[in-house]
């Protein structure tokens, strides 16, 4: 791989989460348009990971480059303005804006109602109920959930990084979420880093990282990684239901 393929490296990356170890060595390049999916049980440092990416979190150990940039020492801010967005698993809610400001400051731009009823309409949602609505308790986290998709569509960013973004969404087809997500890889030529336990998300992935107590497991083609996690999940289930039936 060229390092004019790379979007984003990262280097022998060490990290916790409050005060426990959750990164042990992580180092893997993220080649450009590249649809990656992060896979691990809970515990294992994937939403870590993310954070670490974002500037959320910062690694106590390793280097983190975008484009070649030694971009470690940047603040989340300064890596929003160069192209990277965090999508949280549970949503932020900001009181005293309006959807439609939140969503003018993700565009950059004072949004058009047409705009915004093309955003919206993405994640299911139908503008005239919401542009002018409040992002407070009356909002359910669904709600919120797509609202905060439809904010990364409009950022149009060289890197999102959505941490489970089917949580909380329930009636809303994982067909339609998935469209979504080709979506922007078509519009921006960008990245997206998704986590998910779904396989009907992950099967978008060009590539999967899977992570195992904080550490590189495997990290390949989704053709490649998905098989030999679903087989490892199957032989727990087996190993689970033979112990169940002995007591």
Not at 204 to 223: C, E, Q, R, S
Request: aromatic share 6%; proline share 2%.
């Amino acid at each position: 791989m060229q390092k004019s393929d790379v979007l984003l490296e990262i280097r022998n990356i060490q990290a916790s989460y409050k005060e426990y170890p959750a990164l042990n060595n992580v180092s893997l390049d993220i080649k450009k348009n590249t649809v990656l999916g992060l896979v691990g049980e809970s515990g294992s440092g994937k939403s870590t990971l993310a954070k670490v990416i974002a500037g959320i979190n910062k690694p106590s150990k390793g280097r983190i480059l975008l484009n070649g940039e030694d971009i470690t020492d940047w603040s989340i801010t300064e890596r929003a303005k160069h192209g990277i967005s965090y999508a949280f698993q549970q949503p932020v809610r900001f009181k005293g804006l309006t959807i439609k400001d939140l969503m003018s400051l993700a565009a950059g731009k004072d949004a058009s109602v047409s705009e915004l009823c093309n955003l919206l309409s993405e994640v299911g949602l139908c503008a005239k109920d919401y542009i002018n609505r409040d992002l407070d308790g009356s909002l359910s986290g669904g709600e919120l959930k797509r609202i905060e998709i439809a904010m990364a569509f409009a950022r149009n960013s060289d890197l999102t990084l959505f941490d489970e973004p089917e949580a909380g969404i329930d009636l809303w087809s994982f067909q339609k979420l998935i469209r979504v997500f080709e979506k922007m890889v078509a519009a921006s030529d960008g990245n997206i880093l998704i986590i998910s336990h779904q396989e009907r998300i992950l099967d978008i992935a060009d590539k999967v990282l899977y992570l195992k107590d904080g550490k590189v497991a495997m990290y390949d083609t989704k053709d490649k990684v998905l098989p030999q996690i679903m087989g490892m999940q199957n032989s727990t289930c087996s190993v689970l239901t033979e112990k169940m039936k002995e007591d």
